[in-house]
């Protein structure tokens, strides 16, 4: 159980396009959502954290209108990275959690997804 | 605010030895702790967790960790490392409440040498 996919595993895109990475839960609703990213060799780093049917709520430093993450469901959040630069490429990981315990009766531990590596051109 | 230090970058271990990988949080609240392992290329896998009860937590593969509160540490340990243990170990701390973001240490790269 607690099963959470990415779709892409990984993209190459060009400089000035947008990239769409999918994240879901497989076989749990997931309340919350966090996108990670994570450099070469380093931690990852919460970028936001994302509530099924709400605005997602941006660490500082993040820009929210070129990140765009939408939660639309309790098994779907979407990543949108929108005119992408070379200096976005990086290792983007979600996580999810079943908060309210509807699944999952430990809803404070996070799911992680496999990772999206994206290369921008 | 929390945050976690892992003193130990690299942790370069001999096949069948004992190991310890060694992590010290900070927090003004309660927390829960976690061990998460990374393979290369590939995302976090939870190893174990502490949430509460025994401060004694175990994987099934063989990993320990201990909750010490007084220390503020969660080393994790494990008596006798086999080749394929070569990752990274990751500690993160949560709020018990509240927002239930992670904070994560900056890792543990442990290789396992034949």
């Known amino acids: 159980g607690a099963v959470v996919s990415q779709h892409p595993s990984w993209v190459i895109c060009k400089s000035g396009t947008s990239v769409k990475i999918e994240c879901r839960s497989l076989?749990?609703?997931?309340?919350?959502m966090f996108w990670y990213r994570q450099f070469p060799k380093q931690s990852l780093m919460l970028m936001a954290t994302?509530?099924?049917?709400?605005?997602?709520?941006?660490e500082q430093g993040v820009e929210k209108d070129k990140f765009l993450i939408n939660h639309a469901s309790l098994t779907l959040s979407t990543l949108t990275v929108t005119s992408a630069h070379p200096e976005d490429s990086s290792f983007y990981i979600c996580?999810?959690?079943?908060?309210?315990?509807?699944?999952?009766?430990?809803?404070?531990?996070?799911?992680f997804g496999p990772g999206t590596r994206l290369t921008v051109l | 605010a929390q945050s976690v230090t892992q003193l130990d970058s690299q942790v370069p271990v001999f096949e069948e030895a004992p190991v310890e990988l060694r992590c010290n949080y900070s927090?003004?609240?309660?927390?829960?702790l976690f061990w998460y392992v990374q393979y290369p290329n590939q995302g976090l896998q939870l190893l174990l967790k502490y949430l509460s009860g025994s401060t004694l937590v175990e994987s099934i593969n063989g990993f320990e960790a201990e909750f010490n509160k007084s220390q503020t540490s969660f080393h994790l340990r494990k008596p006798s490392v086999h080749i394929s243990d070569t990752a990274e170990y990751f500690c993160a701390v949560s709020a018990t409440s509240g927002t239930y973001k992670y904070i994560f240490g900056t890792g543990t790269r442990l290789k396992v040498l034949a």
């Open positions: 994302s509530n099924e049917g709400s605005k997602a709520t941006y």
């Open positions: 996580s999810a959690s079943d908060e309210r315990g509807i699944d999952i009766w430990d809803g404070d531990t996070q799911y």
């Open positions: 927090s003004s609240v309660s927390v829960y």
């Open positions: 076989d749990f609703q997931a309340t919350t």
